[in-house]
């Protein structure tokens, strides 16, 4: 089974930072590689960072590069979002899940889990 966990949303001002986390249950997450996603109210879920199994590559969605920084720690079998910056349009609910590829057709495996929510508010 294919089960992560997200865990470090809360409440921030427009230009906090949040560390978001991802863990790994039940298999090796050093395996796969990894994406980042979100969903705001009454849009659909979106791609919004990535990183390969090896952890030496990475992307992100134009909408946050340059705030986002997606890393990973297969020691703690676990990949973080940082998030600087953050500006009211960053609020969503954030997930993760593991990718077949971090480009061109992205391909989700195993159950969407509950997701952290991130709101970014003064």
């Known amino acids: 089974q294919l089960q992560l966990v997200e865990s470090g949303g809360g409440l921030v001002q427009p230009g906090g930072s949040l560390r978001l986390s991802c863990a790994a249950s039940?298999?090796?997450?050093?395996?796969?590689?990894i994406g980042w996603f979100r969903q705001a109210p009454g849009k659909e879920r979106e791609g919004v960072s990535c990183?390969?199994?090896?952890?030496?590559?990475?992307n992100y969605a134009d909408s946050v590069k340059g705030r986002f920084t997606i890393s990973r720690d297969n020691a703690k079998n676990t990949v973080y979002l940082q998030m600087n910056s953050l500006k009211p349009e960053d609020t969503a609910v954030y997930y993760c899940?593991?990718?077949?590829?971090?480009?061109?057709?992205?391909?989700?495996?195993?159950?969407w889990g509950q997701g952290t929510q991130v709101t970014v508010s003064s």
């Open positions: 990183i390969s199994r090896s952890g030496y590559s990475t």
């Open positions: 899940a593991v990718v077949n590829s971090c480009w061109g057709t992205q391909l989700t495996f195993g159950s």
């Open positions: 039940g298999f090796t997450l050093d395996y796969y590689a």
